[in-house]
């Protein structure tokens, strides 16, 4: 018996207890963010409680045992409401080809930046920590903005096609170009894969279109132990997954085309589905995989090189806010916002990731491409992103509110836009 207990000591806790102390950080998030008013996000609160109890900390829990899976399903959740959410008129129009552009300028300018700081490291591991450099965490950026009451103006309008670039270009730049295959190779993997996915999104589509029963078991069994829509929505989640690892690309591109599928799908007759899904993975799958990736932060070594964690933080600010901020205030597309603090507050914005950059450290290391120590500091810098640039871009609007205001005459006050909004 003693050496089964010390068996068991060694091996670390158990999967069960990993997810109470999971469980129970889940719980505490929004409750110490709502104490602090909102200025630090539930994401980074997350993270801190996995950074407390992880192996790099108290060790009360760790990712064996399924917890990994667990927090790989919280991924997949995460992107699939990240790609629901994603409005394809954004991608579009004058602004929308602004952003792209923006964001391939964002990509080259980190590319360099990177590879001048760092040029002894390989040409591959420059691209990792460039693409996530150049993220946007518009899932989390959306309650912010929304919050704030500017969504429906027009900077809440260049967030959202800023943030739908900077959510989607980054996952196709994983699949293209942090793979051993050739780029060319690359790309045609990643087209087939789209014809892939999108014959699995039409099956349902056509089903729903051709035989009207099968709308309407949906709805029967929408409710109570069936649940069939959200049943439904997870086997479509696992498909893509699934068909993402056979053509040996990043899961998290499966998630996303997953959502894409889905917000059209919905948009055909089945509105109750977003709220169920929202629950499962706001409440239950995407806490644990943020709590899991901040236990794989190993906090003594961001601590021991303060300088790297700030530079990273700084260069995320530069690489991304910077060609944002200059593309609003040179190039034309018919949309500018006309004040400095707006263009100053969509640049912070636009430069705040966290999400993606936790995905593309994930690939990195277990590609081999970056170390342990590396991706910790670079998810700890994405991590003060969330905390700092969406706090300062708040301070600025309410310091400023009626120079705000007088860029937007035709837009009503709102008196919950300052820096004190919940």
């Not at 490291?121 to 420059?126: I, K, P, R, S, W």
């Not at 090189?305 to 530069?318: D, M, N, Q, T, Y």
């Amino acid at each position: 018996m003693v050496l089964l207990a010390e068996a068991s000591s060694e091996s670390g806790p158990s999967a069960i207890v990993s997810l109470f102390w999971i469980a129970l950080a889940a719980m505490a998030a929004p409750l110490i963010a709502r104490l602090l008013r909102g200025y630090v996000p539930d994401v980074v609160v997350l993270l801190l409680c996995g950074m407390a109890i992880g192996p790099f900390g108290l060790h009360w829990a760790d990712s064996a045992g399924g917890v990994d899976l667990l927090a790989e399903l919280g991924l997949g959740m995460l992107f699939l409401l990240a790609g629901y959410e994603l409005d394809p008129a954004l991608l579009r129009g004058r602004s929308g080809r602004l952003a792209w552009s923006t964001w391939v300028c964002c990509l080259l300018f980190a590319l360099a930046l990177v590879a001048l700081s760092a040029p002894e490291a390989d040409f591959t591991a420059h691209i990792a920590v460039a693409i996530a450099m150049t993220s946007t965490a518009l899932g989390t950026l959306l309650p912010i903005v929304k919050q704030a009451g500017e969504l429906d103006r027009p900077l809440g309008r260049a967030v959202l096609a800023h943030g739908a670039v900077g959510e989607l270009a980054p996952v196709v730049a994983m699949s293209l170009l942090l793979t051993s295959r050739s780029v060319g190779a690359a790309a045609v993997i990643l087209v087939l894969f789209l014809m892939a996915a999108g014959l699995v999104g039409l099956l349902p589509r056509r089903m729903l279109d051709r035989v009207p029963g099968f709308g309407r078991v949906l709805t029967e069994l929408s409710g109570g132990t069936a649940q069939l829509p959200v049943r439904a929505v997870f086997l479509l989640l696992m498909i893509l997954m699934a068909v993402a690892e056979v053509f040996d690309l990043d899961v998290v591109l499966g998630a996303f085309a997953a959502g894409v599928i889905l917000r059209r799908l919905i948009a055909a007759g089945h509105p109750e589905v977003g709220p169920s899904l929202e629950t499962v993975g706001y409440g239950v799958l995407i806490p644990i995989f943020f709590v899991d990736s901040g236990m794989g932060i190993d906090i003594g070594a961001v601590i021991g090189e303060p300088v790297l964690w700030l530079a990273f933080v700084a260069s995320i600010g530069v690489a991304r806010g910077m060609p944002v901020w200059l593309s609003e205030r040179f190039v034309a597309h018919g949309a500018n916002l006309a004040s400095g603090r707006e263009r100053a507050r969509l640049a912070l914005y636009a430069a705040t990731g966290l999400p993606i950059i936790v995905a593309v450290t994930q690939v990195a290391t277990g590609a081999g491409l970056m170390g342990q120590k590396l991706a910790s500091t670079l998810v700890a810098a994405g991590a003060t992103t969330v905390l700092l640039f969406p706090l300062i871009a708040r301070v600025i609007g309410g310091t400023g509110a009626s120079g705000q205001r007088s860029g937007n005459a035709a837009q009503p006050a709102d008196p919950g836009d300052g820096p004190h909004s919940p």
